[in-house]
């Protein structure tokens, strides 16, 4: 391989991958003349980078083929496969497999042996460990997350992990133990720290930085580390191993110049030992995929560091690219890809070509240098991976990054070397648990004064462009200092100045959000922020509202509309994590914290935007939960939106003369049931959209097609949170309503009725 292919080998590697992402029609065909016409050319080296592509490009489709079919919904399926992690949250246990077999229990149902990974949950799990080879009955859906603006995209997570569907262990046939997990040297490295006598703090983070365990930290330890932005020090990354590479390179150097003094330098064995440790190490960490990039970069940085017929180092960051994604196309979705090479990057910048560092004064100054030019760039790059910045990241990296390289990570490996010798080892951990203890204590208070910010997620993108444009101000060469300086000075006000663009008084922002099987409707407006009900709360006891917003929101009111657990189960979250100036509720249920009552009458008006209870009366003894729905209307300029819970037909029908007319949004009543929506209120309200709040894939058949083909008879929209993600609405303004789906659909792009008609039933 030519160093000058390195480029060209990374981009057709990276073509490759978004080809097959499109997989555009014709695909195969177009690629299959082009390199016909390419190799009768004999054009060789193009003819290799077009078989690169169509090898990038058939993984990808491969993983997509892999997909659980929508056939196999809700079918007993008998699954055989090596357990590679297991999780344990209480009663419940979840397990990530890789799939050696699969067949349904109905030989007539589709075949499900393109299955190769797959994540389960498991309630009442027996004893289970990692390695171990299982026979389980499951349940199994095709890989999805919710669609709301602004959060963790579950969905895009599990494709990336390479995981082809999820689902839940049944009881029946009972799962059985095939096969023990093989003895492997990480296992017993991990039994053997779970015999020493050091804190359960130091030992989950003694297994994180030597063995890549990150499995073993718990949450609070993530917590902190993400809001001190130094999750990347106990990942095992291209630090933990290029130490490991730079020790064993060191020592082997020392070595041949004992041996050999005067060919040392020209001892080519030393390399290659470092390059074997740093396999190694790797292997020895699982060779997940942080550990195999940074081996790869690791293996590639020795080469360039030997000057033995290297590359050049861009050429190497080209290469390793390259090679990486070949390995592992997934990556290329995988922020920690990104956030690793854009650092790379810009250390080969800002260091290419200077003078070799001499004494402690260079390498403290190179130390400082280095990370206050990463720290706006890697800020601007989490900005735009997680939505969310760190601010005490730079400063605390500055103590973090060689207490850790130079002090934790030696005495942790150390201590596994004089392992043969109990008391040396149990003396570098036990240094270590100091040093940890050390650490924690300086995390804790730097978030303390410092904690992490979520900016709005219309600050995401300006933010991180101008963190970004700070960075390469000053890590560029050849610019002048006063113009680092000046643009600096103009682009820091520029970030302080940023102002969310609230709702105009009047005005008012409707986001039905994804919640699954549940509703919680989020109504804001200049100065007020209304939830009308809080999203269910699943049988693992989560509950979908924990992910929508970062703790320490602020709502003027919730109005939970009665206490079905779809509606009500997210109410425990909100009163934990957020203030609340008060909860309504009808009266007679009980929500779990104290309320008001919402009843029939009630009135109130904030930022131009009116509201008003048309349910439930004062007497509700003799109403069914659901009859008992708060039903809420609110009133923005010339726009309506109406809001039933789950009232049932009479109910509606004893509250409709009530109704404001016209209707511009209804929340369709009970997910889209047959049992609300009844003739008369649709054929009355005609309003211009409805939203169904209901569960992708959800096994009662919402929204019913009686209710679909009403709505439809009607002329209204239709949208559905399971097929659109969270739907957002303006109303108030002066151009008539127009939604914007989180999960933008093919199927409405147009077509004989337009795009408001393509909400189907399930039944």
């Given at each position: 391989?030519r160093?000058g292919?390195?480029?060209?080998?990374?981009?057709?590697a990276?073509v490759?991958?978004g080809?097959g992402n499109?997989?555009?029609p014709g695909?195969?065909?177009?690629?299959a003349?082009?390199l016909?016409?390419?190799?009768?050319?004999g054009h060789?080296?193009t003819?290799?980078?077009g078989?690169?592509?169509?090898?990038?490009a058939?993984?990808?489709l491969?993983?997509r083929?892999?997909?659980l079919?929508?056939g196999?919904?809700?079918?007993?399926?008998?699954?055989?496969g090596?357990i590679e992690?297991?999780?344990?949250?209480?009663?419940?246990?979840?397990?990530?497999?890789?799939?050696?077999?699969?067949?349904?229990?109905?030989?007539?149902?589709?075949?499900?042996?393109?299955?190769?990974?797959?994540?389960l949950?498991?309630y009442?799990?027996?004893?289970?460990?990692?390695?171990?080879r299982?026979?389980?009955?499951v349940r199994?859906r095709?890989?999805?997350?919710?669609a709301?603006?602004?959060?963790?995209?579950?969905?895009a997570w599990?494709?990336?992990e390479g995981?082809?569907?999820?689902?839940?262990?049944r009881s029946?046939?009972?799962?059985q133990?095939?096969?023990?997990?093989?003895?492997?040297l990480?296992?017993r490295a991990?039994d053997h720290?779970?015999a020493?006598?050091?804190s359960?703090?130091?030992?989950?983070w003694?297994?994180a930085?030597?063995?890549g365990?990150?499995e073993?930290l718990?949450r609070d330890?993530?917590d902190?580390?993400?809001?001190s932005?130094?999750?990347?020090?106990?990942?095992?990354s291209?630090?933990h191993?290029?130490l490991?590479?730079?020790f064993v390179?060191?020592v082997?150097r020392?070595?041949?110049r004992?041996?050999?003094p005067?060919?040392w330098?020209m001892?080519?064995?030393p390399?290659?030992?470092a390059?074997?440790?740093a396999?190694?190490?790797a292997?020895?960490?699982?060779?997940?995929?942080?550990a195999?990039?940074a081996?790869?970069m690791?293996l590639?940085?020795?080469?360039?560091?030997s000057?033995?017929?290297?590359?050049g180092?861009?050429?190497?960051?080209w290469?390793?690219?390259?090679?990486?994604v070949m390995?592992?196309?997934l990556?290329v979705?995988?922020p920690?890809?990104?956030l690793?090479?854009?650092a790379?990057a810009?250390?080969?910048l800002?260091?290419?070509?200077?003078?070799?560092?001499r004494g402690?004064?260079?390498?403290?100054?190179?130390?400082?240098r280095?990370?206050?030019?990463l720290?706006?760039?890697?800020a601007?790059?989490v900005?735009?991976a997680?939505?969310?910045l760190?601010?005490?990241?730079p400063l605390?990296n500055?103590?973090?990054?060689p207490l850790v390289?130079?002090?934790?990570?030696?005495?942790?490996?150390?201590?596994?070397?004089?392992?043969?010798?109990?008391?040396?080892?149990?003396?570098c951990?036990?240094l270590?648990?100091?040093t940890?203890?050390?650490?924690?204590?300086?995390?804790?208070?730097?978030?303390?004064?410092?904690?992490?910010?979520?900016?709005?997620?219309?600050?995401v993108?300006?933010l991180?462009?101008?963190?970004g444009l700070?960075a390469?101000l000053?890590a560029l060469?050849?610019?002048?200092?006063?113009?680092?300086?000046?643009?600096?000075?103009?682009l820091?006000?520029a970030m302080?100045?940023?102002e969310a663009s609230?709702?105009?008084?009047?005005?008012?922002?409707?986001?039905?959000?994804?919640v699954?099987q549940?509703q919680?409707?989020e109504?804001?407006?200049?100065n007020?922020r209304l939830l009308y009900?809080t999203?269910p709360r699943?049988?693992?006891?989560?509950?979908?509202l924990?992910a929508?917003?970062?703790?320490?929101?602020?709502?003027?009111?919730?109005?939970?509309?009665h206490?079905?657990?779809d509606h009500a189960?997210?109410?425990?979250?909100?009163a934990?994590?957020h203030?609340v100036?008060?909860?309504?509720?009808p009266p007679?249920?009980?929500?779990?914290?104290?309320?008001?009552s919402c009843l029939?009458?009630?009135?109130?008006q904030?930022?131009?935007?009116?509201?008003?209870?048309?349910?439930?009366?004062?007497?509700t003894?003799?109403?069914?939960s659901?009859?008992?729905?708060?039903v809420?209307?609110?009133?923005?300029?010339?726009?309506r939106l109406?809001i039933?819970?789950?009232?049932g037909?009479?109910?509606e029908?004893r509250?409709l003369?009530d109704?404001?007319?016209?209707?511009?949004?209804?929340?369709?009543?009970?997910?889209g049931s047959?049992t609300?929506?009844?003739?008369?209120l649709v054929?009355?309200l005609e309003?211009?959209?409805?939203?169904?709040?209901?569960?992708?894939r959800?096994?009662?058949?919402?929204?019913?097609?009686?209710?679909?083909?009403?709505?439809?008879?009607?002329?209204?929209c239709?949208w559905s949170?399971a097929l659109?993600g969270?739907?957002?609405f303006?109303?108030?303004q002066?151009?008539?309503a127009?939604p914007?789906?989180a999960?933008p659909s093919?199927?409405?792009?147009?077509?004989v009725?337009?795009?408001?008609?393509?909400?189907?039933?399930?039944?």
């Open positions: 391989m160093i292919m390195a480029m060209p080998l990374a981009l057709a990276l490759g991958v080809l499109l997989a555009p695909l195969f065909e177009a690629w003349l082009c016909l016409w390419l190799a009768g050319r060789w080296r003819v290799m980078l078989g690169l592509v169509a090898v990038t058939s993984q990808i491969l993983a083929g892999a997909v079919p929508d196999l919904l809700r079918e007993d399926l008998l699954v055989e090596r992690a297991v999780e344990d949250e209480g009663r419940l246990s979840r397990l990530m497999v890789r799939v050696d077999a699969c067949r349904p229990l109905d030989p007539a149902r589709l075949p499900c042996d393109a299955l190769k990974r797959i994540r949950s498991f009442g799990a027996p004893e289970i460990h990692a390695g171990e299982w026979a389980l009955t199994l095709p890989p999805a997350g919710f709301n603006p602004g959060t963790f995209d579950y969905g599990l494709w990336r995981i082809q569907a999820t689902g839940y262990v029946e046939p009972a799962a133990r095939l096969r023990p997990a093989p003895a492997s990480r296992a991990l720290l779970d020493q006598d050091l359960p703090q130091a030992r989950r003694l297994a930085l030597t063995l365990a990150g073993r718990e330890d993530w902190l580390l993400n809001a932005g130094t999750t990347h020090l106990v990942v095992i291209g630090l191993v290029g490991v590479a730079a390179l060191l082997g020392g070595v041949a004992v041996v050999t005067r060919l330098r001892a080519v064995w390399w290659w030992l390059g074997a440790a396999v190694g190490y292997w020895l960490a699982g060779l997940q995929p942080p195999m990039r081996m790869i690791t590639l940085g020795l080469w360039v560091a000057g033995r017929h290297a590359p180092p861009w050429q190497a960051w290469l390793a690219l390259g090679v990486i390995l592992d196309p990556s979705w995988r920690g890809l990104w690793s090479f854009v790379v810009l250390l080969i800002i260091w290419q070509g200077r003078p070799r560092l402690i004064r260079g390498w403290s100054w190179a130390l400082v280095t990370q206050m030019l720290a706006p760039l890697m601007a790059a900005l735009m997680f939505a969310r760190a601010p005490a990241a605390i500055l103590v973090a990054v390289s130079t002090v934790l990570v030696p005495l942790g490996l150390l201590g596994w070397l004089l392992a043969p010798v109990p008391l040396l080892a149990t003396l951990w036990r270590f648990e100091f940890t203890q050390v650490l924690v204590h300086v995390l804790e208070l730097s978030v303390a004064v410092l904690p992490l910010w979520w900016p709005l997620a219309e600050f993108w300006p991180a462009l101008m963190l700070v390469l000053w060469p050849g610019l002048a200092n006063a113009l680092r300086l000046g643009a600096t000075l103009l820091v006000p302080l100045g940023l609230g709702p105009e008084p009047g005005t008012l922002r409707v986001r039905v959000q994804d699954g549940g919680l409707v109504l804001r407006s200049a007020y009900d999203g699943f049988a693992s006891g989560f509950a979908p924990s929508l917003w970062p703790a320490g929101q602020r709502f003027d009111e919730v109005m939970v509309s206490d079905d657990l189960g997210g109410v425990t979250v909100l934990e994590q203030t100036g008060r909860f309504l509720a007679g249920e009980s929500i779990g914290v104290p309320f008001d029939r009458g009630q009135a109130w904030r930022d131009g935007v009116s509201y008003r209870v048309l349910w439930p009366p004062e007497e003894a003799e109403l069914s659901n009859d008992r729905s708060c809420l209307e609110v009133t923005a300029g010339e726009d109406l039933t819970g789950d009232v037909r009479d109910v029908r509250f003369l109704v404001t007319l016209p209707v511009t949004l209804l929340v369709a009543g009970h997910h047959r609300s929506s009844g003739p008369q054929q009355m309003p211009d959209h409805v939203v169904y709040s209901a569960g992708r959800n096994a009662f058949g919402h929204p019913h097609d009686e209710v679909v083909r009403r709505f439809r008879r009607a002329g209204s239709q949170t659109d969270a739907v957002t303006w109303l108030g002066q151009q008539a127009s914007i789906a999960r093919p199927w409405r792009r147009g077509g009725e337009g795009k408001c008609h393509a909400v189907e039933s399930r039944q």
